[in-house]
């Protein structure tokens, strides 16, 4: 590393604890998405795999978590795996679904998070939906912050499972469909989300300098604020997140009025 290296480094870090100083600790978002983009591209630009840019992302994930501790935030949403992804070729999908079904086996070994799985969880692979039915019980007595695992996850098939959900519901209690259709509002749709029991985002980050939710939590975000970064996920760095907290701090919450 050069010198050059170095005191840019370190001026990154001034800039990181002076942000972090004049940061408003009741301006902090409780609930954070996370669009974590840019895995591909990274591992293009440094000459690695595209395997080893998804590590690299995963890697990522705890150390993110950690500032979110440090900030106060209360529920994290992090999308690992869309139900677009699947048709991504196997010899890129396979390694992939290793990797995340590793994250979800660290995140709930490490004691600090509760572990939530939000998507479909009959198309993913068996392996994968034991860890994460393993992850969710041995983490349900813990309370730090709500991780919520998006794997194999689509904004529009959320909505029809929970359409279905309360349909269901509703057989299940003798409900007729005439009665339901007189009950149904937004609340009752929203209690059947996958994040029924949550607050919505108040913020959404997506790296990679994509500007666009692509059927992220389309419900929950109606009044989400989004902060698009430049930098690739591995990329991302503790500065760029205070960053889009300082910018989320700034503006002012209207939810439609």
Sequence with gaps: MTL???????????YARRVEGHLDHDQVPKHIGVIMDGNRRWAKAAGSTTAQGHRAGADKI???????????VEVVTLWL?????????????????????????????????????????????????????EAEEAT????????NVAIGYGGR?????????MILDAADKGTSMEDLADRVDVDLIGKHLYTGDQPDPDLVIRTSGEQRLSGFMLWQT???????????????????????????????RRYGG
Excluded at 4 to 14: P, Q, S, T, W
Excluded at 140 to 147: F, N, P, R, S, T
Aim: charged share 30%; with cysteine.
């Design 140 to 147: 349900a007595h813990v309370e730090g912050i709500v991780v």
């Design 81 to 133: 795996l869309s139900t677009d992804n699947f048709d991504r070729p196997q010899e890129e999908l396979g390694p992939l679904l290793g990797i995340i079904e590793g994250v979800v086996r660290t995140l709930a070994a490490d004691g600090r998070w509760r572990v939530h799985h939000v998507g479909t969880r009959d198309i993913l692979p068996s392996p994968m939906q034991s860890a994460l039915k």
């Design 222 to 252: 109606a009044h989400s604020e989004y902060y698009f970064c430049e930098v690739f996920w591995p990329a991302f760095r503790k500065v760029d997140f205070l960053r889009a907290l300082r910018d989320y701090a700034a503006r002012h």
């Design 62 to 72: 705890e150390e993110f978590l950690g500032w979110c501790s440090e900030t106060d």
């Design 157 to 165: 098939q959320e909505i029809a499972d929970a359409v279905r959900s």
């Design 4 to 14: 050059r290296d170095n005191l840019r480094r370190l001026l990154v870090r001034f």
